[in-house]
């Protein structure tokens, strides 16, 4: 299993980036997906995810109504849009997957998610 993720870089508070992640080698449709990120000094934690029909799509109270995470089960990709960013926002961008029984399942929790993708760097100038 494989997730690469892309779309990082250096952006102007208010300014907006889109982060896309590929999956390769496990059944897309079957997993849940989500987003998290890490910054300096702190701990990884949950940004927002997205259950395997596409339609259950928590977010993390911080990010709520900026960023938006879709899914394209055809070419097995995952996208987080962010929009208004600002300097709290600079972190390492991760995605990652979690096995789903149920197509409405989601997990915040980054215990869940088995596989993870190397991270995308996200830096936002005040």
């Known amino acids: 299993v494989q997730l690469q993720a892309y779309g990082g870089g250096l952006v102007q508070a208010g300014g907006s980036l889109r982060l896309s992640c590929v999956a390769s080698?496990?059944?897309?449709?079957?997993?849940?997906m989500g987003w998290f990120r890490q910054a300096p000094g702190k701990e990884r934690e949950f940004v927002a995810a997205i259950g395997r029909g596409g339609f259950n799509t928590p977010y993390a109270d911080s990010v709520k109504g900026r960023f938006t995470i879709s899914r394209n089960n055809a070419d097995n990709t995952v996208a987080l849009q962010m929009n208004n960013l600002k300097s709290e926002d600079t972190a390492v961008y991760f995605c990652?997957?979690?096995?789903?029984?149920?197509?409405?399942?989601?997990?915040?929790?980054?215990?869940?998610?088995?596989?993870w993708g190397q991270g995308t760097l996200v830096t936002v100038s005040s």
């Open positions: 080698g496990m059944p897309f449709n079957q997993y849940a």
């Open positions: 990652a997957s979690a096995y789903s029984r149920r197509a409405d399942l989601v997990q915040i929790s980054p215990d869940a998610y088995q596989y």
